[in-house]
């Protein structure tokens, strides 16, 4: 389908339908991931290292086999032993032995939480009994915690195979993007800032916990019930940690009460199918918030330093940045997107952004919206604002000056194609709040983001019923309301209402192979999917409309959902609409229906700029956010309102890095929070409403233009409410989360 | 495999039989806010808990000629809608307010605030400034003992076995006398306290205050009654320099540890903009009536 140029000719796309997932979910019905039970399901509990790094010596699980009701108990023994070799043969990033070490640990704990072995039990109580006595002897072992000790000299090493520079390190890999000479357009530069930056481990905070119920059977056929951000990803990790077949593996997506990145991995799945294939019966596990917070991935802390040069005007002339993040206990720390999205703003002839991915004895870090951008664009766009101060310039204006635009060639590689990040700064200037007055103590700041935004492998599927309701099946679990958005899609194609199209999300025998819901990709890459399916539909409607007006199918045009006569010559029929020709269709050859698989290419970039006024209390250093505006090129807001809920969710998680979220590690290397009320997520009371301003410009390359949404809002809070700090109190906030004992300690160290 | 028993009984003696009898640790159950999730965390195994809401009187505000009494499982959705109680003590009722959420206050009780003896109680500092009785009973018979003194550390009352808190008696507020309680979170709800500060003052007819009660939250083991910090304030009309003699005594009263919620620094900083921003809500309360 070709790219719709004009928004007037879209029905549907655009509007506003109540979402289809909506009364389940409100009427308590919705079944989520611990919802799901089968006859004789056993409990499953998994037991936890105590200890930051420790050599697991031994481990004596008689006891609690012992106990009544206990059904089978699981160690690393029971997983096979995955070669580095077979796990670089795995698709991407993903090694799979390291996978397998951090669901069971094997020889060695490498963080407090550490899952050491799994019992099954009839019931939750025996569950937590047994765990308690299965008896582990640990050799207790030195830890590092933080990224820079981690990286010194003498520092406990977490991997004996993991080597840098030919010696056994932490640092599992430096990556480097560079364009021009960054060193010589420093040297042109009239003025320079230089700044040091940290950020701490900040945790998705999704509301449903990890949970999963599995059932074997002893042929081998197995079924997995389970909240992710992807079910043909749990499939494919489960076969591989556990040497399965994928045929024998059905996954069914629970719906899903939060994910943000962090339910891309796995945890507790394979845990479940192997206590299953053990004892015999259905297996269900549910983490509770501390194993969540102690054992899943919060996305990396970091350090970095930023350094951008400039002439008077504003041309900036040179950046670096050099970066480390942590990785926690594996590698793989999201530190390739942060260099390649750190200066993707910008228009820069001479760029270079370096970093390192660091293992230390935290919890392996997973994906969290937008991976690593926010991180590195912390550094940069506080630097930013630093040299916009110092040039005695409008924030605004100075990345107006160096705006990315169609034509530039970003660091990271790619030529950029059309994008909206002009129109993006365009419209934050215009808007109200930029030019607002400010009272006493209070502060504004800006701040600018980038994501890639991505395609891949997405599967859809259309069906036309007796009736001529539609019905759209895709493989994408729906997090940010794309059931809504597929629906409307292929409405708007069919020419049908949207409330005549019933979507839902596949298991994995249902629709072909689909990637997880990431990235900012499901509206662009399913989207497309589904498009094309409901493409092919139209096509065999035509074909079935001609076959009865005997008539041949080029004849024949689709127009709001009716098939008419191409034109005069065509003949004399009245429109035959889709009901009409669903009627017929056990006459005209059968049921109708499409199921489209794809890789699809051509995502559009996306950029965001937040505004933000905060108001400090002098004597306390509590930070108010007064007021707090998102603009966002999304390409095409499919459903305005849940492209809206996307950037305010995503701000309000930026915001909460930015001023209280952190992980903190008592003197053992213990997570010291873990809990929702000492890790301080913002609560509804402590925002303003967060205005959304969406800015459209197409990407041409997805029908209805679509760029994706999901990530990009995540990215410039963090600069944002710091550059409002600055305004506000005069002192630079270097260090995050910019919580009141440290603002206050910055107020009395500037008296 | 542990047990766990749950009685509900209908009257005082009942009820202290059953805490008094229990062979392991006993709980009494009031809102179930603090005791429910220590519970489900594994951080308390009793192997009885007695809920005391069927207790007649319990639960409830009464207006006597000496002043109110509060019934122990009364809950905070409760307190914060007695108009009369909200009109003579607002500082008492603001900070059992602050406990939790909406849904907590439907179910959070001042006696469960009070006996899960926590340093950073809301409710407690300013009940404590009010000269607060707490009425207990037990196998011994019946007891009044001043708020202040059912904390002993914190997670630990001065209750013997078996005994249970079954009202609450404030006194009947003087001409000119009021009270008021701030608290300092990172966020704006939902949080503990970093620090608390309950105030409570009496004005003369010039508006010199003639008593005053500033009591401590978070600062140290239990709640800190600062008696430095109200005679710095007695006599004076809570000018500038009475502020500042308030705060400096406030903070030489602290003693906090520096933990997740807040460093030493902090919390003392923080201790003596509490006092005095609660002091001069009291005053200005006090002197309005």
Redesign the interface.
């Known amino acids: 389908m070709n790219f719709v140029a004009n928004k007037s000719e879209l029905k549907v796309v655009g509007t506003r339908p109540v979402r289809p997932d909506g009364i389940d979910k409100v009427t308590g019905k919705a079944m989520f991931g611990a919802d799901l039970t089968m006859a004789g399901t056993l409990t499953g509990k998994v037991l936890r290292s105590p200890h930051a790094h420790a050599r697991i010596v031994a481990i004596d699980a008689s006891k609690a086999l012992a106990l009544p009701g206990v059904k089978a108990v699981i160690t690393a023994a029971d997983f096979p032993e995955i070669s580095s070799e077979e796990a670089a043969a795995g698709d991407g990033a993903v090694n799979f032995r390291h996978m397998a070490h951090n669901v069971l640990a094997r020889d060695k704990v490498l963080y407090e939480g550490h899952a050491v072995a799994a019992v099954a039990a009839t019931s939750q109580a025996i569950a937590d009994a047994a765990a308690a006595l299965i008896e582990i002897t640990y050799e207790v072992l030195p830890f590092v915690i933080d990224v820079e000790a981690a990286m010194a000299d003498g520092a406990p090493l977490l991997h004996d195979d993991i080597k840098y520079n030919g010696k056994p390190s932490n640092i599992t890999k430096r990556v480097e993007f560079k364009l021009g000479d960054a060193d010589a357009g420093l040297a042109e530069a009239d003025v320079v800032v230089e700044g040091r930056y940290e950020t701490t481990a900040v945790h998705q905070g999704y509301i449903e916990p990890h949970a999963v119920i599995a059932s074997v059977n002893p042929d081998g056929q197995t079924q997995i019930f389970a909240s992710s951000q992807g079910q043909f990803m749990i499939r494919q990790y489960v076969s591989k940690i556990l040497a399965m077949d994928i045929a024998n593996i059905r996954v069914t997506p629970a719906e899903i009460g939060g994910g943000f990145g962090g339910k891309t991995l796995v945890y507790l799945e394979p845990l479940a199918v192997a206590l299953s294939r053990k004892a015999g019966k259905p297996v269900k596990m549910v983490m509770n918030r501390e194993e969540v917070f102690r054992a899943t991935g919060p996305t990396s802390g970091g350090v970095m330093t930023v350094k951008i040069g400039a002439k008077k005007d504003g041309t900036i002339t040179g950046a670096t940045i050099d970066i480390a993040l942590q990785a926690g206990a594996f590698p793989g720390s999201p530190v390739a997107p942060a260099c390649m999205c750190a200066f993707a703003c910008y228009d820069l002839k001479n760029v270079r952004a370096s970093g390192f991915d660091v293992v230390s004895n935290r919890s392996k870090i997973a994906a969290y919206r937008a991976p690593g951008a926010p991180i590195s664009a912390f550094g940069v766009e506080s630097a930013m604002d630093d040299l916009a101060t110092k040039l005695g310039m409008d924030p605004i204006a100075l990345r107006e000056k160096n705006a990315a635009k169609a034509g530039t060639k970003a660091a990271y590689g790619p030529v950029f194609p059309e994008i909206g990040f002009e129109q993006v700064l365009e419209a934050a200037k215009s808007h109200p709040h930029w030019s607002a007055p400010l009272g006493p103590n209070q502060g504004r700041g800006v701040a600018t983001g980038f994501w890639f935004n991505i395609g891949g492998d997405s599967s859809a599927s259309v069906f036309v019923n007796e009736d001529g309701t539609i019905s759209v099946v895709s493989g994408s679990p729906d997090i940010g309301g794309s059931r809504a958005s597929m629906a409307m899609m292929a409405a708007e194609v069919l020419g049908v209402p949207y409330e005549k199209v019933r979507p839902i999300v596949g298991d994995t025998a249902q629709i072909g192979i689909t990637g997880m819901t990431g990235g900012s990709r499901v509206t662009f890459a399913t989207g497309m999917a589904t498009v094309q399916a409901a493409e092919k539909v139209v096509d065999e409607l035509k074909k079935r409309a001609a076959m009865i007006w005997d008539i041949s199918p080029e004849a024949v045009d689709w127009k709001d959902g009716e098939a008419v006569p191409a034109g005069a010559n065509a003949g004399g029929f009245d429109p035959m609409p889709l009901a009409a020709i669903a009627a017929k269709a056990g006459k005209t050859g059968g049921p109708i229906g499409s199921e489209v698989s794809i890789n699809a290419q051509g995502a559009g970039a996306g950029f965001g700029a937040h505004i933000c006024d905060v108001e400090v209390d002098p004597e306390t250093g509590f930070v108010k956010v007064l007021r707090y505006t998102a603009v966002q090129d999304v390409g095409r807001a499919i459903h305005p309102s849940y492209v809206e809920g996307q950037i305010q969710g995503g701000a309000v998680q930026g915001i909460g890095w930015a001023l209280n979220e952190e992980y903190l590690y008592d003197k053992n290397g213990r997570m010291d929070n873990a809990g929702f009320l000492d890790y301080r997520v913002p609560v509804a009371s402590d925002l303003p409403m967060i205005e959304a301003v969406v800015v459209e410009v197409p990407n041409k390359r997805h029908p209805f233009g679509v760029r994706g949404v999901g990530e990009v809002p995540i990215i410039p809070p963090l600069a944002a409410v710091g550059n409002a700090i600055k305004a506000a109190i005069g002192v630079r906030m270097h260090s995050l989360p910019m919580s009141p004992p440290k603002i206050l300690a910055a107020i009395d160290g500037k008296a | 495999?542990?047990r766990l028993s749950y009685a509900a009984p209908a009257s005082v003696p009942d009820a202290i039989k059953l805490l008094a009898g229990a062979e392991g640790l006993a709980k009494v159950l009031s809102g179930g806010t603090d005791l429910l999730v220590q519970l489900r965390?594994?951080r308390t195994r009793p192997e009885l808990i007695v809920d005391t809401k069927k207790i007649p009187g319990i639960i409830g505000i009464r207006e006597t000629e000496d002043g109110f009494v509060i019934g122990a499982a009364t809950s905070g959705a409760e307190i914060g809608e007695n108009a009369a109680l909200v009109a003579a003590y607002p500082g008492v009722v603001e900070g059992t307010n602050l406990i939790g959420s909406t849904q907590v206050q439907g179910r959070a009780s001042l006696a469960g605030n009070l006996c899960n003896a926590s340093p950073a109680a809301d409710s407690v500092p300013a009940l404590i400034a009010a000269g607060a009785v707490a009425v207990v009973v037990g196998p011994n018979g019946q007891r009044n003992v001043p708020v202040g003194q059912i904390v002993i550390a914190p997670g630990r009352t001065s209750l013997a076995k078996g005994e249970f808190i079954l009202e609450f008696h404030l006194p009947k507020p003087k001409a000119k006398q009021s009270d008021a309680y701030l608290r300092?979170i990172?966020?704006?709800?939902?949080?503990?306290a970093v620090v608390g500060c309950g105030v409570n003052l009496t004005l003369d007819a010039n508006g010199v205050i003639t008593a005053a009660c500033i009591v401590l939250g978070a600062v140290a083991p239990t709640q800190v009654v600062v008696e430095a910090a109200a005679k710095a304030i007695i006599g004076t009309k809570l000018d500038d320099a009475a502020l500042a003699a308030l705060d400096a005594a406030a903070r030489a009263a602290c003693n906090p540890i520096t933990d997740?919620?807040?460093?030493i620094?902090?919390r003392t900083?923080?201790a003596g903009?509490l006092a005095r921003r609660a002091a001069k809500i009291a005053y200005d309360r006090a002197g309005a009536r």
């Open positions: 495999m542990p965390s594994g300092f990172p966020r704006t709800e939902m949080d503990i997740k919620r807040g460093t620094e902090f900083k923080i903009v």
